[in-house]
């Protein structure tokens, strides 16, 4: 059996559930040795519970506090001897208005979805550096096309598009490639969540679900399956791109 991360180092957040749980679960597979960083302590200690000790580490870290950071990626590099791979999958989502969107939401926002991939990647930086790794930031397809109710959001998630783009050109030097994922809807707690909130669910999941050329929302294994692309060498030409994996709706 082939395996396209076979011994690869990869510090994967967001890694306790939806798209960064799925990506967890495909890496190993794929022969990498995993740290997996989340604020989300039960949901690590769940997911240690289901892997052999060897191919996953944990670490509990809030990628928005920049010394929690620099200590679990220290950590997780350290049980590794070193980072091949990184993966900034952690996110959060908001719904409103900019008539009731307050400025703690909307810091919120900014802290969680760039400014913590941004602290995340300079902790790993050094590592990835020896390595000459690979880096793939989970954006979204609200990134590149513009979802109603979602200033906060939208603007986060082409910041970090952006921020993956100028990296790459810089990173380059030394061998790191910086790629960048924009998902569709994909059923996880943070898609759930948003639909299971609105006043009409079915109506909700329905809008959402016709949006997509494919007509139907994404399993994260689907999302996972192109990270993996863009960390293994068979993506070894691709840097500095933001692609849509997202059943047809940004046509990007
Ligand atoms: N689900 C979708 O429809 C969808 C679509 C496009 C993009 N995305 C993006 O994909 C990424 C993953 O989303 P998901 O749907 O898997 O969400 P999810 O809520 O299922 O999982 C997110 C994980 O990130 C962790 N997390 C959140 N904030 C954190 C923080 N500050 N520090 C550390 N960990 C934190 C959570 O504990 C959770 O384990 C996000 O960046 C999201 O914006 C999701």
Do not use: W
């Given at each position: 059996m082939s395996r396209a991360l076979r011994g690869r180092r990869i510090l994967i957040t967001g890694a306790a559930k939806g798209i960064g749980l799925a990506t967890?679960?495909?890496?190993?597979?794929?022969g990498a040795r995993v740290?997996?960083?989340?604020?989300?302590?039960?949901?690590?200690?769940?997911?240690?519970?289901?892997?052999?000790?060897?191919s996953l580490d944990t670490a509990e870290a809030d990628v928005t506090e920049p010394e929690a950071v620099s200590a679990a990626v220290?950590?997780?590099?350290?049980?590794?001897?070193?980072?091949?791979?990184?993966?900034?999958?952690?996110g959060i989502d908001l719904i409103a208005s900019i008539e009731t969107m307050t400025l703690a939401d909307w810091n919120r926002i900014i802290a969680v979805n760039l400014t913590g991939?941004?602290?995340v990647t300079?902790?790993?930086?050094?590592?990835?550096?020896?390595?000459?790794?690979?880096?793939?930031?989970?954006?979204?397809?609200?990134?590149?096309?513009?979802?109603?109710?979602?200033?906060?959001?939208?603007a986060?998630?082409?910041?970090?598009?952006?921020?993956?783009?100028?990296?790459?050109?810089?990173?380059?030097?030394?061998?790191?490639?910086?790629?960048?994922?924009?998902?569709?809807?994909?059923?996880t707690e943070l898609f759930r969540s948003s639909i299971d909130t609105a006043p009409d669910p079915q109506a909700a999941y329905e809008t959402v679900r016709a949006r997509y050329a494919l007509q139907r929302i994404a399993a994260p294994e689907e999302i996972a399956a192109a990270i993996l692309w863009l960390t293994s060498a068979e993506s070894s030409y691709v840097t500095g791109t933001a692609i849509a994996v997202d059943g047809g709706r940004t046509f990007h």
């Open positions: 967890v679960e495909r890496f190993i597979t794929e740290v997996a960083l989340d604020r989300d302590e039960v949901a690590l200690a769940a997911l240690r519970g289901r892997f052999a000790a060897g220290a950590a997780g590099a350290e049980a590794l001897g070193g980072l091949d791979g990184l993966v900034n999958a952690a991939p941004m602290l300079q902790a790993a930086y050094p590592h990835l550096r020896a390595a000459g790794g690979t880096i793939v930031n989970v954006s979204s397809g609200a990134g590149l096309s513009p979802l109603k109710h979602r200033t906060a959001y939208c986060s998630k082409a910041g970090l598009q952006m921020a993956g783009k100028a990296l790459a050109m810089e990173a380059a030097e030394f061998g790191i490639r910086v790629n960048t994922i924009c998902p569709g809807a994909v059923e």
